[in-house]
Nanobody
């Protein structure tokens, strides 16, 4: 299994970015996919999940601003991030085979991160 995240960068507050996660080594359509983020010195935080049936869930802090989507034909998952805030600055990690573990999400496979910096 390989997960390749891309699309990070430097953006001003209020701006937008779209992250992509290209997956290989498994059948994407069969699994829940998601995004997490991590700031150095802090715990990794769940951001968004999309199930195999296209249901989505988000952490409260990004609801209404971020949208997760998937294109099974392209083996790719996206995270559209709008109205970005400085507190969204983090390394964003793509993950697959997500499961709900009693109120929190765990993932079986992780990609490398892509850095998002929101700053003026």
């Amino acid at each position: 299994v390989q997960l390749q995240a891309s699309g990070g960068g430097l953006v001003q507050p209020g701006g937008s970015l779209r992250l992509s996660c290209s997956a290989s080594g498994f059948t994407l359509r069969d699994y829940a996919m998601g995004w997490f983020r991590q700031v150095p010195g802090k715990e990794r935080e769940f951001v968004a999940l999309i199930t195999s049936s296209y249901s989505a869930n988000y952490v409260d802090s990004v609801k209404g601003r971020f949208t997760i989507s998937r294109d099974n034909a392209k083996n790719t998952v996206y995270l559209q991030m709008n109205s970005l805030k400085p507190e969204d600055t983090a390394i964003y990690l793509c993950a697959s085979h997500l499961r709900d573990s009693g109120g929190s999400y765990t993932a079986r496979y992780w990609g490398q991160g892509t850095l998002v910096t929101v700053s003026s």
